[in-house]
């Protein structure tokens, strides 16, 4: 909450010049998540401001919307590789799999993929190298532009925590 009410500070800004608040449901550290879903979540009900939820694998494909058939988000947290899918319209398969290093290459080199590059350090340089790869930047402007098409979630937010 420091960190926010800093920001509001160095940016002239108040609560009533908000209208919408987006949070990042995860992956993450579950306290962590949880600790910021319950502010985002108090500042929406004390100011009445709309919430939206989103995930890392769904903001990192964004950019791609009705671009490809089928587009595959890996996120690698705590040395494990996580993969959620994506259809044409958006549609992801709702389950995330936990995958290895070489099931990400025999399944899926020739497959359109996407990482954040913010956590390509992380990755290993066989999967940075596949072809069909996209190291994408997370671009803020996007997350509303997924709240338009109506594929953040609304309500009831949870954090995605991935163990």
Same mark, same amino acid.
């Given at each position: 909450?420091?960190?926010?009410?800093?920001?509001?500070?160095?940016?002239?800004?108040?609560?009533?010049?908000?209208?919408?608040?987006?949070?990042?449901?995860?992956?993450?550290?579950f306290?962590?998540?949880?600790?910021?879903?319950?502010?985002?979540?108090?500042?929406?009900?004390?100011?009445?401001?709309?919430?939206?939820g989103?995930?890392t694998?769904?903001?990192?494909?964004?950019?791609?919307?009705?671009?490809?058939?089928?587009?595959? !988000?890996? +996120?690698?947290?705590?040395?494990k590789?996580? $993969?959620?899918s994506?259809?044409? /319209?958006?549609?992801?398969? @709702?389950? &995330?799999?936990?995958?290895?290093?070489?099931?990400?290459i025999?399944?899926?080199?020739?497959?359109?993929?996407v990482?954040p590059?913010?956590?390509?350090?992380?990755?290993? !340089?066989? +999967?940075?190298?596949?072809?069909?790869?996209? $190291?994408?930047?997370?671009?803020? /402007?996007?997350?509303?532009? @997924?709240? &338009?098409?109506?594929?953040?979630?609304?309500?009831?937010?949870?954090?995605?925590?991935?163990?």
């Amino acid at each position: 909450m420091k960190q926010i009410l800093d920001f509001f500070n160095e940016n002239n800004l108040k609560f009533d010049d908000i209208s919408k608040i987006f949070v990042n449901q995860g992956p993450g550290n579950f306290s962590g998540l949880r600790a910021s879903l319950a502010v985002a979540q108090g500042i929406s009900l004390s100011k009445n401001l709309s919430l939206f939820g989103y995930d890392t694998f769904t903001w990192s494909i964004s950019k791609f919307f009705s671009k490809k058939k089928n587009i595959y !988000s890996i +996120i690698r947290f705590r040395r494990k590789y996580f $993969i959620k899918s994506f259809n044409s /319209n958006f549609q992801n398969s @709702l389950k &995330i799999e936990e995958t290895t290093k070489d099931e990400i290459i025999l399944k899926l080199s020739d497959k359109f993929k996407v990482i954040p590059k913010n956590i390509c350090k992380y990755f290993d !340089s066989e +999967i940075l190298e596949l072809s069909n790869l996209n $190291i994408v930047d997370l671009d803020h /402007n996007m997350l509303e532009f @997924l709240q &338009i098409k109506g594929l953040l979630n609304e309500g009831l937010i949870k954090p995605l925590y991935l163990n």
